[in-house]
């Protein structure tokens, strides 16, 4: 069976770019969420292997759905996209919880890297 990701980026080009990458992948998308809370409910109902999180989304951001998430499920794998340039906010993160992130414009090979190194 597929692992599931959790697609969460607010720019729909980007959401159609990893979804392009991640089936390509042989991974089966599990949804798709253009902000925080909308991810962290999405999350809550499918219960996805991964979650891509954009780290700045209006109504909540990515580190706010972060520890949100992890609060419900302390082993949830999530992935921050980050553009260039936002170090400390990937710093903080990783406090929050992430375990690895991806740098925009997203190279597919570094995308599947990241992706198979938490779910295989």
Known sequence: MAKRVLITDDALFM???LKNIL??????????A???????ELYQQTHP?????????????G????REI??????????????????N??????AAGAKDFI???FQPEKVIEAVQKLIG
Request: charged content about 25%; some cysteine; hydrophobic content about 40%.
């Open 103 to 105: 740098v925009k414009p």
């Open 49 to 61: 292997d991964l979650v891509t999180m954009d780290i700045t989304m209006p109504e909540m951001d």
């Open 15 to 17: 959401r159609v770019t």
């Open 89 to 94: 906010m990937v710093m903080e993160a990783v």
């Open 23 to 32: 089936t390509k992948g042989g991974y089966e998308i599990a949804g798709e």
């Open 34 to 40: 253009c902000n925080g809370k909308e991810s962290v």
């Open 70 to 87: 992890k609060k419900h499920d302390p082993n949830a794998n999530i992935i921050m996209c980050t553009a260039m340039g936002q170090k």
């Open 63 to 66: 580190i706010s759905a972060c």
